[in-house]
């Protein structure tokens, strides 16, 4: 088993910058995949991005440029810095770990005002 824990949350402003934190723990394989989905209640979850364990990073479009994923391999966590934060950037943000299965955290709401 692997449990996520989300950190890092909040409400900011537009233009304004967040950072959320992810910590793996339980049964990980040093080999994964690591990354942020977020979820409009009525929408479907997008991906926002994702980190290999070997460093390979892909980021959706609307967030190029703005996020940045970064990962600790030995602390197994990831973390999301979010900069020029938009009002659709509003969500609740949710890290993922994927080796043969998914693993979830419990999610973060993010919210941007304008």
């Known amino acids: 088993q692997v449990q996520l824990v989300e950190s890092g949350g909040g409400l900011v402003q537009a233009g304004g910058s967040l950072r959320l934190s992810c910590a793996a723990s339980g049964s990980i394989f040093s080999t994964n995949i690591m990354g942020w989905y977020r979820r409009v209640p009525g929408k479907q979850r997008d991906l926002v991005a994702t980190?290999?364990?070997?460093?390979?990073?892909t980021y959706a479009d609307s967030v190029k440029g703005r996020f940045t994923i970064s990962r600790d391999n030995a602390k197994n966590t990831v973390d999301l810095q979010m900069n020029s934060l938009k009002p659709e950037d509003t969500a609740v943000y949710y890290c993922y770990l994927v080796h043969l299965m998914y693993y979830w955290g419990q999610g973060t709401q993010v919210t941007v005002s304008s």
């Open positions: 980190i290999s364990s070997g460093g390979s990073i």
